[in-house]
């Protein structure tokens, strides 16, 4: 609690001192990746806890009310975090192990390629991204409080909001998506479509998936389900680090929630620059600008 109010910077990204320091950043570069490891790679407020949910379900049919009783960030912990080795002492020693990360691929690049570990990205639209780290600024006191909207709008498209730029993230791992075993899911495809997402997934995992077991999955990872249950939604999280009274995590789970936060200026500036920035960008993403 003492590092509530820190931000550590490393090389020109701020981190949340509370959950990060300098060393658990810097041992990222030393952690040995399994074959049968599987990384989550997320920009924060993509939809994280989501697909932490969905992993740990796909790999536990057998026992899908057990798992509910574990929060989802020891189920899969981020690497980075001052707590990964605490929690990745206390799993249980079957594989495959789940990790997530929020960092840049520069951290662990040398070392996922040096393993057959399978690596997750998933990417939300980043004017939904923006509008939900907004509201999870206000609410997570170990953030530094966002002044207004505007403020924090700005803030985002510099990239000068913890864990960086947004477009860099994207763009940094997707630039080494050839060289890795790696797998692109959207929010969106899963909010559209969750039963061909989630089975695309399990393809890629090579989960066999009885239709039964895809129906389960569907409902445990729903946001209905997830925003009800305490070890989903972050409400045992103490009031000193999330402050409930303004707001929750499971906020509202929705895509395009942007449309009521954006103004007309301020969706032409961030068209402007998301174009430039992402105009060598092949991959075909579900979200439209306007
Ligand atoms: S974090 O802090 O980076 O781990 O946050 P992250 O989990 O990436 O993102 C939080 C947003 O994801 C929404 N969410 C969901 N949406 C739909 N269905 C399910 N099951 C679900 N679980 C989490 C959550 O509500 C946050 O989005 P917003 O737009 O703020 O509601």
């Not at 989550?40 to 509910?68: A, C, R």
């Not at 020891?74 to 789940?98: C, D, G, H, M, N």
């Not at 609410?139 to 913890?162: H, I, N, R, W, Y």
């Not at 969706?267 to 092949?282: A, H, P, Q, S, W």
Request: net charge negative; aromatic share 16%.
């Amino acid at each position: 609690m003492d590092r509530i109010k820190i931000i550590e910077v490393l090389e020109g990204i701020s981190y949340p001192g509370h959950l990060h320091t300098q060393d658990s950043l810097k041992a990222v570069t030393n952690f040995q990746f399994q074959d049968t490891d599987i990384l989550l790679v997320t920009f924060p407020k993509s939809g994280t806890t989501w697909m932490q949910q969905i992993l740990s379900l796909l790999y536990n049919k057998e026992d899908l009310q057990h798992i509910q009783n574990i929060p989802t960030w020891v189920r899969v912990p981020w690497i980075e975090q001052i707590y990964f080795f605490e929690y990745l002492a206390q799993r249980k020693t079957s594989k495959p192990r789940f990790f997530t990360t929020h960092l840049l691929p520069k951290f662990m690049i040398h070392n996922l390629k040096n393993s057959k570990a399978r690596v997750i990205y998933m990417a939300r639209n980043p004017k939904d991204v923006l509008v939900s780290y907004y509201h999870f600024h206000k609410f997570a006191t170990f953030l530094p409080k966002a002044t207004s909207f505007e403020d924090f709008f700005e803030q985002f498209l510099e990239g000068k909001v913890c864990f960086g730029s947004w477009f860099n993230h994207i763009k940094e791992w997707l630039s080494v998506q050839q060289e890795l075993d790696f797998f692109l899911i959207t929010y969106e495809d899963l909010s559209q479509e969750p039963r061909r997402a989630i089975q695309n997934l399990a393809n890629f995992l090579g989960q066999q998936l009885e239709p039964k077991d895809l129906e389960s999955i569907v409902h445990y990872c729903s946001f209905s389900f997830m925003s009800q249950n305490d070890q989903l939604n972050y409400s045992i999280v103490p009031s000193e680090i999330f402050d409930h009274s303004v707001g929750k995590f499971m906020r509202k789970g929705v895509t395009e929630d942007w449309r009521k936060y954006f103004s007309p200026e301020q969706n032409t500036k961030f068209n402007n620059i998301y174009l430039g920035e992402m105009g060598d960008v092949t991959v075909k993403f579900p979200w439209s600008l306007d």
